[in-house]
């Protein structure tokens, strides 16, 4: 009843009422309500609308069924086949849609349905892998913006291999957080490659010259890759440069003189077939003929052989704290070594070794400059403490506070225990002084009494007199009561080693300078008075 319904509407009806139609059909049916007879006849009608003209009612179909996984699969599979803009509808969402269907479509389709396959939100290894095969740069730049797309280590080789000079695919592929370091390399040598074409094109650098440039940029990149990689990744890395012909013995020198040494370690293990463990041995005694052994197996040139037991040699001396090396310096010891156990071979043999580790040096030599002066411009940049105020123990920071004349910034002095101090004499205060900015105040120059302190009021003199030890203030008193000396006003303090000073003499000497004669005396003679 339905199936015959609806095809005496479709004969007679407009293309929209056929589309709208056709998608209320789809739509009941995707629900489940009907009976087995209905439904087996709604399904029958679907089918029925592929052969239908309209584009529109095609597309009608394909946005009802696109998401859900009841549609009828015959249905799917032929509307993944149609046209672009209606095939992209259920190729980018079906979940009724197979992986061999998605693959023949990937094979057979255009940019279009690819990069619709390529956005799915679970497209699978195999998937992946025939796009990466096929694919061209847009696709291939969709699934590599697709995060949940499961993309094996082979296809974005691929991937790079094929587009890898589409600046957007690079950029995609490098944004991706499991993007695995053998992919990192390749991208990294394609660019290096194309710098160097582009040099050598424009004519500002022969072809020799850039050839070497860029495999010197592709070891550095794996280099420093490989400080970041971890136990496996390293693994890989190593195997995979040997795959691609890359894990040269100029690599290898390389690792070792930029102290890289994990890298070494693994890419020898690598070419002799023995373990890390039994290579990281043998380069410690670099100069046995175990090392020796080790360095034929791995198929390294024996030119090489001298230079790498000298740089070993002084990287193992480092290594045990004997040379008090390290970084930059050491790199840089290691050449000069290995360039020292050069000189003694046959010029022509060695010219090119020779060539290479001054190549090495310089870029050592660049890099401890590097590092130099990004310290000196973070020490320029930090902005400096300024200095404390002066800050003493009390009972002397009250006289500090209300002292007229500035006084020299100096650290916090905590108080120390009561104790009797010695003799302090004015010959000796000065060296007790804590250093002053000012000329004037500076050991060896003339010293004066200073007429502000005559404005100190009494009762401040009392209270300072008062805090000192008894002994202390006895011992001052019989100082000052001392003659003055038949010289001028002016006392010559000629400079004298300097003193480790102590908290309380530094306070007795300031103290002191501070306090007018006159109030001395009459604090004496009331102190007497008081004493009858």
């Known amino acids: 009843m339905i199936l015959r319904q609806f095809l005496s509407l479709t004969q007679s009806a407009s293309t929209e009422r056929r589309a709208?139609?056709?998608?209320?059909?789809?739509?009941?049916y995707l629900q489940g309500t009907l009976g087995p007879d209905a439904a087996w006849e709604a399904k029958t009608a679907l089918l029925a609308l592929l052969d239908d003209p309209a584009a529109a009612v095609r597309r009608a179909l394909a946005q009802a069924c696109a998401a859900s996984d009841q549609a009828p699969r015959p249905l799917i599979v032929a509307l993944a086949s149609d046209q672009p803009d209606i095939a992209c509808l259920v190729l980018a969402r079906s979940p009724v849609l197979m992986d061999a269907d998605l693959v023949d479509c990937v094979a057979m389709g255009c940019e279009e349905t690819r990069s619709a396959v390529a956005g799915r939100a679970d497209l699978?290894?195999?998937v992946a892998a025939a796009l990466a095969e096929v694919g061209g740069a847009p696709s291939l730049i969709a699934l590599a913006k697709n995060p949940r797309?499961?993309?094996?280590?082979?296809?974005?080789l691929r991937m790079v291999e094929r587009h890898g000079d589409d600046a957007a695919l690079r950029q995609a592929l490098l944004a991706r957080p499991d993007l695995a370091i053998e992919v990192r390399h390749a991208v990294v040598a394609l660019v290096a490659e194309q710098l160097s074409r582009f040099g050598q094109d424009a004519g500002?650098?022969?072809?020799e010259r850039g050839t070497r440039v860029a495999r010197e940029a592709r070891d550095a990149a794996a280099l420093a890759l490989s400080d970041e990689a971890g136990e496996a990744g390293l693994?890989?890395?190593?195997?995979?440069?040997?795959v691609q012909e890359q894990l040269t013995a100029g690599l290898i020198l390389r690792a070792i003189l930029s102290l890289r040494l994990p890298f070494a370690e693994v890419a020898l293990a690598e070419l002799s077939g023995l373990s890390r463990a039994r290579v990281a041995g043998l380069m410690l005694e670099a100069q046995g003929a175990g090392f020796a052994a080790l360095h034929r197996r791995a198929g390294l040139p024996g030119l090489l052989l001298p230079a790498i037991q000298a740089a070993l040699s002084v990287w193992r001396e480092a290594n045990n704290g004997r040379s008090g090396l390290d970084g930059p310096r050491l790199a840089r010891s290691m050449i000069e070594a290995a360039l020292t156990a050069c000189e003694t071979m046959p010029f022509a043999e060695a010219r090119g070794l020779m060539a290479l580790l001054a190549r090495f040096e310089a870029e050592a030599a660049r890099d401890e400059a590097r590092i130099h002066a990004h310290a000196q411009a973070q020490a320029e940049t930090t902005p400096q403490e300024p200095p404390q105020a002066v800050l003493l123990a009390a009972p002397e920071a009250a006289l500090v506070e209300a002292a007229p004349s500035p006084i020299p910034a100096v650290v916090v002095l905590p108080p120390e225990p009561a104790a009797p101090a010695p003799h302090v004499s004015d010959a000796s205060w000065p060296a007790s002084w804590p250093t002053a900015p000012r000329a004037e105040e500076r050991i060896g120059a003339s010293v004066t009494i200073s007429e502000a302190a005559a404005t100190l009021a009494p009762d401040f003199a009392e209270t300072v007199l008062a805090s000192l030890a008894d002994d202390l203030r006895a011992s001052f008193l019989?100082?000052?009561a001392a003659p003055p000396p038949a010289a001028a006003a002016e006392i010559e303090i000629r400079p004298e080693p300097r003193r480790a000073a102590r908290p309380r003499e530094i306070a007795v000497a300031v103290a002191a300078g501070m306090i007018p004669e006159d109030l001395v005396l009459s604090y004496r003679a009331d102190r007497l008075r008081l004493a009858a």
Do not use: D, N, Q, Y
Not at 20 to 28: F, P, S, V
Not at 235 to 242: C, G, S
């Open 204 to 207: 500002w650098i022969s072809s």
């Open 124 to 126: 699978s290894r195999p």
């Open 478 to 480: 019989a100082s000052r």
């Open 20 to 28: 709208e139609a056709a998608g209320a059909l789809a739509r009941t």
């Open 149 to 156: 797309a499961s993309i094996g280590t082979a296809a974005l």
């Open 235 to 242: 693994a890989r890395l190593v195997a995979h440069l040997r």
